[in-house]
């Protein structure tokens, strides 16, 4: 630790003393100049964040001052899910609006590779990024979700016999 005054090297024993309103860490010989001495009150912590509300904690370069940084998590909406073509649709809307990529990305604050990956099918946007592209480009991505197609249950077929069939066909044979 160093004076604030003189900036010689403290040793030992820092004297903090108030020299003409400011309050000082300083040596022996600075501490002559001060009127009183002072004393750091602990700080209490105090908590920021919303109990729902993730946050980072995030470490200043001037020692350890925690600061609190909001998370930003997009709600994902289940009942909803991405046109299987979204990528044409996309590309078609873009060159309908006369937008390059470069333009569009500019518009949405993304990169223009990101833009060419999605239009070519590498990359799916995600929520955020989909409700960026609908409200600039004036499309819909987002359609209902359609229920799974299962497939009808198969009948057996005369011909065809399984494991189970073959076993108790053998019991019955040899039964007899």
């Given at each position: 630790?160093?004076?604030?005054?003189?900036?010689?090297?403290?040793?030992?024993?820092?004297?903090?003393?108030?020299?003409?309103?400011?309050?000082?860490?300083?040596?022996?010989?600075?501490?002559?100049?001060?009127?009183?001495?002072?004393?750091?009150?602990?700080?209490?912590?105090?908590?920021?964040?919303?109990?729902?509300?993730?946050?980072?904690?995030?470490?200043?370069?001037?020692?350890?001052?925690?600061?609190?940084?909001?998370?930003?998590?997009?709600?994902?909406?289940?009942?909803?899910?991405?046109?299987?073509?979204?990528?044409?649709?996309?590309?078609?809307?873009?060159?309908?609006?006369?937008?390059?990529?470069?333009?569009?990305?500019?518009?949405?604050?993304?990169?223009?590779?990101?833009?060419?990956?999605?239009?070519t099918g590498k990359?799916?946007?995600?929520?955020?990024?989909?409700?960026?592209?609908?409200h600039i480009l004036?499309?819909?991505?987002?359609?209902?979700?359609?229920?799974?197609?299962?497939?009808?249950?198969?009948?057996?077929?005369?011909?065809?016999?399984?494991?189970?069939?073959?076993?108790?066909?053998?019991?019955?044979?040899?039964?007899?």
């Amino acid at each position: 630790m160093r004076c604030e005054v003189c900036g010689r090297k403290i040793h030992e024993n820092p004297n903090k003393v108030i020299i003409e309103g400011a309050k000082m860490t300083v040596c022996r010989e600075c501490a002559k100049h001060g009127t009183t001495t002072w004393s750091e009150a602990p700080k209490p912590k105090v908590e920021l964040q919303k109990p729902n509300l993730p946050s980072v904690v995030l470490t200043s370069n001037m020692g350890s001052i925690p600061i609190k940084k909001k998370v930003f998590q997009p709600k994902v909406d289940t009942t909803q899910e991405i046109v299987e073509d979204y990528g044409e649709v996309i590309r078609q809307a873009r060159e309908k609006a006369g937008l390059s990529h470069e333009e569009l990305g500019k518009k949405i604050n993304e990169k223009e590779s990101l833009l060419r990956k999605i239009e070519t099918g590498k990359v799916a946007p995600n929520d955020l990024l989909v409700s960026k592209l609908e409200h600039i480009l004036k499309i819909k991505l987002l359609v209902p979700v359609s229920e799974e197609k299962t497939p009808p249950k198969t009948t057996k077929v005369a011909n065809e016999l399984t494991l189970g069939d073959i076993i108790q066909f053998d019991k019955k044979n040899k039964g007899s």
